[in-house]
Each structure stands twice: as C-alpha cells, then as structure tokens.
C-alpha cells in the first residue's frame, strides 16, 4: 500500500497563493494518476486537477489558469500550486493515488484551505 501525507493548507486572504504538497510512503506513488480534489461544507467532493506518471495534466474549470499540478518523482510528491485563490476555493483539499495495475486507490487525510474576502 501507499500513505499520503498532504501538507501546505492554511489561511490566506483573497488574491493570495498557497501550494500544497503530498508525499507518498512509496516510490510507485509516482506510477498511474495523482490527483488533488477538495470538499466544501455541505458540498461533494469534486477534483481539482491531475497528473499522470507521463505528465499529463487535467483541471476542473473553475481553477484553469490560477492552479498548477506538478510532481518531483524523487521526492516522490506531488504540488498543486494556488494562486489568485477566492472564497469560493475554500474547502478540504485531499491528494489521491490511483494505481489501476496493483489495485490501488488511496487518499490522504487532508488539508483546509481557507480564504477570506
């Protein structure tokens, strides 16, 4: 299996960056798809952006052109980088790992990310 530790929430004022890390245990965390999703109160969980072990990169539309996904392999993390961040941002931001060949999906326990107007 593979344990994600995200780190990086915290307050910021509207118009603010933050970035977002998630480590995994294991090096196969760089394999299949990572990806950051956030949950807002009385919200569904809905993905944010991904990355693929190839680089390929996905965003939901709300964030495109303010939020950037990257991976460093050898330090086996994964960012996601938030700037000119707005209220409606704010949420709890989980990384996942997706690893169809070995059967793994997996999430981290997350990290709040507030931004105030």
């Known amino acids: 299996q593979v344990q994600l530790v995200e780190s990086g929430g915290g307050l910021v004022q509207t118009g603010g960056s933050l970035r977002l890390s998630c480590a995994g245990s294991?090096?196969?965390?760089?394999?299949?798809?990572r990806g950051w999703y956030r949950q807002a109160p009385g919200k569904q969980r809905e993905l944010v952006a991904s990355i693929t072990s190839g680089g390929s990169t996905n965003y939901a539309d709300s964030v495109k052109g303010r939020f950037t996904i990257s991976g460093d392999n050898a330090k086996n993390t994964v960012y996601l980088q938030m700037n000119s961040l707005k209220p409606d941002d704010t949420a709890v931001y989980y990384c996942r790992s997706t690893i169809a060949t070995f059967a793994i999906d997996v999430w981290g326990q997350g990290t709040q990310v507030t931004v105030s107007s």
């Open positions: 294991r090096s196969i965390f760089n394999i299949g798809v």
